[in-house]
């Protein structure tokens, strides 16, 4: 191996791989392969299979490839390194090609496969959606963007630390108390023991509920009518008597107010959804056929040495 | 399912109005608020989380999960929080940051450098292979330049930095531009995450382990950043796996003797360290309290890299280095270890797990599923089953914004929890009656006549200092056991700690002799791996007055919240897979809260009132002289030693057997308690007869892998010895027991 091939340059622990002619041959397609698309996407003439040809614009990306990793241009003699290494890469290459190495090869499969993924995501990240077609779009699948619906509620408390399990039975008998009583929307402390955070809770999220209460609570309280004593309801806390004020429901905001969210949302969806078609479209290509994997028994199958730690 | 909807939406709406006028949300609480976040987690942009297989989530997931989104877990399930988060701050390793991922990245500028070959994952083997290879240009500081050039590196910080910004919400949920730097030097764990107060003024690139591993220079760094107005604080985490460096006491990172200048600016760039998250604990450890009953949870004894060393325990633990930090206040003038405290996770996973109920393990593949969990089989030498549940953070702050969360951590008015959300509150003050906590807007007055969590009592003299402590239960979690004050104090460079219990659920009654309050008991069914709140309290509340005080002493006071028994994570696990729990690891967890300490500094006055043991350099002054190792062999060897603390006025002898051994044989005149018996000549350590050696004109005990020194010195016809670790005093008449 010449001396100034790039290759050889590289530490020790390298030189391995360099010795397995098969991973040289694969780390060859490789590199070629990602070189071939993403770079040069017009300048190669149709390919012969005797024919190498290497453009300007070919050793210009051999050069800068070089210079990020030495933070210096070549010199001449390692440009000519560089050169004669790619010709050989290709040489190579096309003759692993030709004797089938890169058919049942685990390794170029998935690095393939891993490529055409890509690509799939980004043709679609490329395109910005017109206004009408967001406005559409929202119109659709506005419920994802619904604001959460806001609660106002007072709340009699009872307390397990002071009740024990009588605690549920005094709420109940409250309750009874309150449903008699004409003055009942004035409630306050005269009923139930005192509660270590507030009394009344104005305009909050099922999460500022639920971050005081429990989630459960905060969903109970949602389903609520309000304007009457309800309850017993059980807490994280205890249990409680809820009066609902109002409840302002959860919903969908006007365009205009989340357009930018909107324009995100959408660009990412895009993205996934790109994916998968471009995989289905591909898909629909093949007829697939395989055994259920209910059919294999696995029970026998002893798994692989645990590699050394250090 | 519309419920969980409508939380979903909450976090995405806000995104949509960052820029137009954020402050219109925020909503100012004189009285502050909690406000529970996460300062520690990793996303497919750390080198090692995507190695471990999470190769698809990043910090746009990590936020989406914090604000109650479902996203996958590397292993391929969905996950989501049960609480959704006000705050995070994700922290990617700065080294090699996103470099893994994007040369894995067909389409990225990295993946065409020749170095992304060896960068590419494309087998099972090649996971342990580049993480060996990453991680030891990391320790070994031999980076790989291609990696870390401004272009590369710098490419992913903006990204980082723009993400965090994406996701503010001011007012609804906080984020912080962060980062870890990852110094392991000799598999001892230095690690620190970096939280910037705003994004405006980050640096091009963070300060990684890359340039330097020791932390010193870490601070001057941050010093720089914020003489340049971009204001930034460190959290120290895994104290519990430094192997004794993250607290040291007599020389820093670089060996050189600690002074108050290195004191001064660790405490102004680190204020606050992690307590627990799921490479376990690091509040104390049995072999330093041994009177603390509480002090066994999540104990993990290990190194990173699982070599097979017993890490150093002394230095390693928070409890301890509050204890030497009034010390070294009371010698340097400065304590370098005025620490608040926040709970918090280390997950490589993008998602959390703070919940015994809902664990599904920190690192990718290697503990992602519950049969490998339980398999008892060790990745890097380390039994999955050992590790904890998340931890988490409390912060108490006027509003959910940068500025505010950032300010109460720099106050240090947060606490951490064993991932639930206990809700504690500490204050101390002098003018504190006994009803002071019975209003309703006690904690008004709490404010305004005292300090809270993380601060300073005033200079006073004549009293001893009252403290107000209060917790409510997590309403998704156990009840309440206990609130505990832990007090630590030093005199003479030696250093002490009680634990009180000041407030209980249902009807106990404390020991009359300790003051020990009984267990709370326990509802846990074991094979249903369930529990009951049938014991316990949703709230609790004490006015508390340190009953011991010396008003010469320094000392600190924090508040410790334990749940009832519930069940490990491990036998959760266990019942679902229908096995038995794992052996080597407690079948329930008392789930906990744990403030940052209030301070106490005794003013000039009182500390010359204060009676105190000889110094060292007082004794040289006098004309003493140190004992040769001739002169030591004469007097110990094959003798018993009287041996007077003079700190604590407690006698002890102790035999300097022939053998090499030692052993105490009498203490204040009675047979030695358990714990008093692997002592060099104070109490602390547990321990059995321990071997001694003399030697460069001292006598050298080993203890918990830590060697203690002990120096004699004659002046005149008297003996007086200094222990290392003891900050100059010599604390120890010694007299021979005539044979």
Same mark, same amino acid.
């Given at each position: 191996m010449p001396d100034d091939h790039a290759a050889a340059r590289r530490p020790t622990s390298l030189n391995r791989w360099l010795r397995e002619p098969l991973l040289l041959f694969v780390a060859a397609g490789i590199v070629l392969f990602a070189g071939y698309s993403a770079l040069q996407p017009a300048a190669a003439p149709e390919e012969a299979p005797d024919r190498i #040809?290497?453009?300007?614009? +070919?050793?210009?990306? $051999?050069?800068?490839?070089? &210079?990020?990793?030495? =933070?210096?241009?070549?010199?001449?003699?390692?440009?000519?390194?560089?050169?004669?290494?790619?010709?050989?890469?290709?040489?190579?290459?096309?003759?692993?090609?030709?004797?089938?190495?890169?058919?049942?090869?685990?390794?170029?499969?998935?690095?393939?496969?891993?490529?055409? #993924?890509?690509?799939?995501? +980004?043709?679609?990240? $490329?395109?910005?959606?017109? &206004?009408?077609?967001? =406005?559409?779009?929202?119109?659709?699948?506005?419920?994802?963007?619904?604001?959460?619906?806001?609660?106002?509620?007072?709340?009699?408390?009872?307390?397990?630390?002071?009740?024990?399990?009588?605690?549920?039975?005094?709420?109940?008998?409250?309750?009874?108390?309150?449903?008699?009583?004409p003055g009942a929307s004035a409630a306050t402390g005269a009923f139930g023991d005192p509660f270590m955070f507030q009394w009344f809770y104005g305009d909050r999220s099922p999460k500022e509920v639920a971050d005081v209460f429990g989630a459960e609570f905060a969903h109970r309280v949602f389903a609520l009518t309000p304007g009457s004593w309800q309850g017993p309801i059980e807490s994280g806390l205890g249990w409680h008597l809820v009066w609902v004020d109002s409840i302002a429901p959860s919903r969908v905001p006007a365009f205009d107010e989340v357009e930018p969210l909107v324009r995100s949302e959408w660009l990412d969806e895009q993205r996934a959804a790109a994916k998968e078609t471009a995989f289905e479209a591909m898909r629909a290509r093949y007829d697939v056929f395989v055994p259920a994997a209910s059919t294999l028994d696995v029970s026998g199958i002893a798994a692989p040495q645990e590699t050394a730690s250090r | 399912m519309r419920f969980r909807a409508a939380l979903l939406s909450t976090a995405l709406i806000g995104a949509a109005f960052v820029g137009e006028s954020p402050l219109a949300f925020a909503q100012q609480n004189p009285e502050r608020d909690v406000f529970f976040g996460q300062t520690h987690v990793h996303t497919s942009w750390s080198f090692d989380a995507y190695i471990f297989g999470n190769t698809l989530t990043g910090p746009e997931e990590a936020y989406k999960y914090a604000l109650g989104e479902p996203i996958k877990h590397p292993a391929g399930y969905m996950v989501q929080i049960k609480s959704p988060l006000d705050f995070q701050a994700v922290t990617d390793h700065s080294e090699y940051a996103g470099t893994v991922r994007l040369a894995n990245d067909p389409s990225s500028a990295i993946s065409k450098l020749p170095i992304a070959e060896k960068l590419k994952v494309k087998s099972k083997e090649d996971i342990q292979k580049i993480y060996l290879w990453l991680g030891t240009t990391i320790t070994k500081n031999e980076p790989i330049k291609e990696l870390v050039s401004p272009e590369v590196a710098g490419t992913v910080w903006k990204q980082v930095v723009a993400i965090a910004d994406k996701y503010y919400q001011p007012g609804k949920f906080t984020t912080f531009v962060a980062y870890e730097w990852t110094s392991t030097p000799a598999n001892r764990n230095m690690h620190r995450n970096i939280i910037f107060l705003d994004s405006k003024k980050v640096p091009d690139l963070p300060f990684s382990s890359i340039d330097s591993t020791h932390p010193e220079d870490l601070w001057t760094w941050m010093d720089g950043q914020r003489e340049a107005g971009n204001e930034l604080l460190a959290i120290s985490h895994n104290a519990n796996l430094s192997d004794g460096i993250m607290f040291p006491i007599d020389v820093d990172n670089k060996g050189r003797p600690i002074d108050a200048a290195w004191a001064q600016q660790r405490i102004l760039n680190e204020p606050l360290t992690e307590i627990q998250q799921l490479k376990g604990a690091s509040e104390t450890h049995p072999a330093l309290s041994p009177d603390d009953e509480f002090a066994g949870h999540e104990i993990l004894t290990y190194l990173l890299g699982g070599i097979d060393r017993a890490p150093r325990i002394h230095g390693s633990y928070i409890r301890e280095a509050y204890q030497n930090g009034l010390a070294m206040q009371e010698t340097l003038g400065h304590n370098p270890y005025k620490l608040g405290v926040v709970g918090a996770s280390d997950s490589h996973n993008t998602a959390i797990s703070y919940s015994e109920s809902n664990f599904f393990g920190g690192h990718g593949l290697m503990d992602g599923t519950a049969e490998v969990r339980l398999s008892g089989k060790k990745e890097a030498n380390l039994d999955m089953a050992l590790l904890s549940t998340s931890g988490l953070a409390g912060v108490w702050a006027e509003e959910n914004t940068r500025e505010a969360i950032f300010a109460g951590m720099q106050r240090k008015e947060t606490f951490g929890t064993s991932g639930v959300r206990i809700k504690v509150r500490l204050f101390g003050g002098w003018d504190f009656g006994p009803d002071a906590a019975n209003d309703n807007d006690w904690v008004k007055t709490a404010y305004a006549q005292g300090v809270p969590m993380g601060g300073d009592l005033p200079a006073m003299a004549g009293k001893a200092p009252t403290f107000i402590v209060w917790a409510v239960k997590d309403p998704e979690d156990g009840n309440l056991d206990r609130i505990q004050i832990i007090k630590g104090w030093t005199k003479s460079g030696q250093i002490f700690e009680k634990v009180y219990d000041v407030a209980w659920s249902d009807d106990r009654q404390p020991d009359p002799a300790t003051g020990r309050v009984p267990p709370v008991g326990n509802t846990v069914d074991i094979a249903n791996a369930t529990y009951a709140n049938s014991i316990g309290s949703v709230e609790l509340k004490a006015v508390w007055t340190d009953p011991a005080f010396d008003p010469a002493l320094n000392a600190f006071y924090y508040a410790r919240v334990l749940q009832i028994p519930t069940p490990r994570w491990t036998t959760i696990q266990a019942h679902q897979l229908g096995q038995v729990p794992p052996s080597n690891v407690p079948l329930t967890v008392q789930e906990r809260a744990w403030s940052s300490p209030i301070w106490y500094t005794p003013s000039d006055d009182a500390r010359k009132s204060a009676t105190r043991s000889v110094m060292v350099a007082e004794l040289q002054q006098q004309g003493a002289v140190a004992l040769d190792d001739a002169q030591l062999k004469e007097l110990v060897v094959g003798k018993t030693l009287k041996v007077r603390n003079t700190a604590t006025g407690q006698a002890f002898e102790i035999l300097y057997g022939t053998d090499g051994r030692r052993l105490i044989t009498n203490v204040d005149g009675r047979q030695p308690e358990a714990g008093e018996l692997g002592d060099v000549l104070h109490s602390g350590e547990l321990g059995a007869p321990a071997f001694y050696e003399i030697g460069n004109g001292r006598i050298t005990t080993t203890l918990g892998n830590a060697p203690f020194d002990v120096t004699v010195y004659k002046l005149a016809d008297k003996y007086v010895a200094a222990r290392s670790s003891e900050f100059g005093y010599a604390n120890y008449e010694l007299e021979p027991v005539a044979p």
């Open positions: #040809e290497l453009t300007k614009d +070919d050793l210009r990306q $051999l050069a800068v490839a070089w &210079t990020a990793q030495w =933070k210096r241009p070549p010199t001449m003699q390692e440009m000519q390194g560089l050169i004669d290494g790619k010709v050989r890469e290709e040489i190579l290459y096309r003759e692993a090609l030709a004797m089938g190495l890169d058919r049942d090869d685990t390794i170029v499969k998935r690095r393939l496969a891993q490529k055409m #993924e890509f690509l799939a995501e +980004d043709m679609s990240a $490329l395109r910005d959606p017109s &206004t009408d077609e967001l =406005k559409a779009w929202f119109a659709a699948s506005g419920e994802r963007f619904a604001l959460p619906g806001r609660v106002s509620f007072r709340h009699l408390y009872f307390s397990p630390d002071r009740r024990g399990s009588g605690t549920v039975h005094a709420a109940t008998a409250a309750l009874r108390e309150l449903e008699s009583s | -």
